[in-house]
Nanobody, 115 residues
Framework: QVQLVESGGGLVQLGGSLRLSCVAS????????MGWYRQAPGKQRELVAT???????NYADSVKGRFTIARDNAKNTVYLQMSSLKPEDTAVYYC?????????WGRGTQVTVSE
């Protein structure tokens, strides 16, 4: 069982920045594809960004050019740098770890962007 613990969420003004972190409790972190997802009130959970073991990165169109995902395998951590934040970015952000058919989720961290 892998525990994922997110941090870094909070309240930020329109156009501001935040950096989310997710620490994984596994000794084989480098073998997991890591991702960030988000869920806004009344909406389905959606992909934000993923980073594979090969460092291949995928972003949702809505965050391209504004968000950056990165991983530090030595620290078992994946980051999401968010810039130029908009009110529509308001959501609970979840960390995700995937290896073959195995999937783990964190409990989420709230990001609120005020106008």
């Amino acid at each position: 069982q892998v525990q994922l613990v997110e941090s870094g969420g909070g309240l930020v003004q329109l156009g501001g920045s935040l950096r989310l972190s997710c620490v994984a409790s596994t000794s084989i972190f480098s073998t997991y594809t890591m991702g960030w997802y988000r869920q806004a009130p009344g909406k389905q959970r959606e992909l934000v960004a993923t980073i594979a073991t090969s460092d291949i990165i995928n972003y949702a169109d809505s965050v391209k050019g504004r968000f950056t995902i990165a991983r530090d395998n030595a620290k078992n951590t994946v980051y999401l740098q968010m810039s130029s934040l908009k009110p529509e970015d308001t959501a609970v952000y979840y960390c995700n770890a995937r290896r073959w058919a195995i999937l783990y989720w964190g409990r989420g961290t709230q990001v609120t962007v005020s106008e």
